[in-house]
């Protein structure tokens, strides 16, 4: 479908759209699995090919069990990428993790039910056994934490998020058990898009935003979840990836 795209970004919640995509295209795509949340939208941005897709679809309609994953990666894979970046909404669970900071995991637990997290799942297809000890791909890591320091954004390397069915937010009590698992930051939407992208050998990072301290956590682990202050902190770290993006395609 034309020029190579070198990257494609998959918005979370608050991330609906890449500004500043330059000859714009939307792309209606029936994979085998399915359609995807949204349409993709490619463009240009420094004069590179980007495309965008919004994971809970452009209207947030779409809660994190219910989302295709497979026929997400898979239009992508379609149109030829072979880097995505996932731009995920997490809670925090470490100190360091608090609300509005950005955040690069080097590891994941899934702990998601009922979801299709495989390729291999259809009668007839092979059966792959990915190799996926470390989730993310080292390289588009490094390019995301180099293009970051370029950027003058500040993020956190590494960190282990863990990947929680949804679409309620977790209990104390199950937070408590994250943690003494490893787990640093906790999201609904990291799995199974990461092992997905790995079935097709696609290169696969995620920029975690942190949107809130998860339940019991933070500096007033008494304090409710608030959704609205969810949406600020979301509005305001969200609004760093486009930096961090273009960095990472002016390498």
């Known amino acids: 479908m034309g020029d190579s795209i070198d990257l494609a970004v998959i918005g979370g919640t608050g991330v609906y759209a890449f500004p500043g995509l330059e000859d714009p295209l939307r792309h209606e795509i029936r994979t085998r699995w399915g359609a995807p949340s949204s349409a993709i939208a490619t463009g240009k941005v420094l004069g590179k090919r980007v495309a965008f897709l919004a994971r809970h679809g452009e209207g947030h309609t779409i ?3 219910r989302i295709n994953y497979r026929a997400n990666l898979a239009a992508l894979h379609e149109l030829g990428v072979r880097r995505v970046v996932g731009v995920n909404a997490v809670g925090g669970i470490r100190d360091d993790m608090g609300p509005r900071v950005l955040a690069i995991p080097d590891q994941l ?7 299709a997290s495989s390729f291999c799942d259809a009668d007839g297809e092979p059966v792959l056994h990915a190799e996926f000890g470390e989730p993310y791909s080292a390289g588009l890591r490094r390019g995301l ?3 970051a320091h370029r950027a ?3 993020v956190v390397d590494g960190g282990c998020y863990g990947a929680t069915q949804g679409p309620r937010l977790e209990t104390r009590a199950e937070i408590g058990r994250l943690r003494r698992d ?3 930051l906790v999201g609904m939407t990291g799995m199974p898009e990461a092992v997905l992208a790995r ?6 990072a995620c920029i975690a935003v942190v949107a809130n301290w998860a339940a019991g956590c933070g500096p007033d682990p008494d304090a409710p979840i608030s959704l609205d202050e969810i949406h600020a902190h979301l509005a305001a770290a969200a609004g760093q990836v486009p930096a961090l993006v273009r960095a990472l395609l002016a390498d």
């Open 182 to 184: 490893g787990c640093d």
């Open 63 to 65: 809660a994190p069990h």
């Open 152 to 154: 003058g954004v500040a």
């Open 109 to 115: 637990i899934d702990y998601t039910t009922v979801r």
């Open 145 to 147: 934490l180099d293009a």
């Open 199 to 204: 079935e097709l050998d696609i290169d696969y």
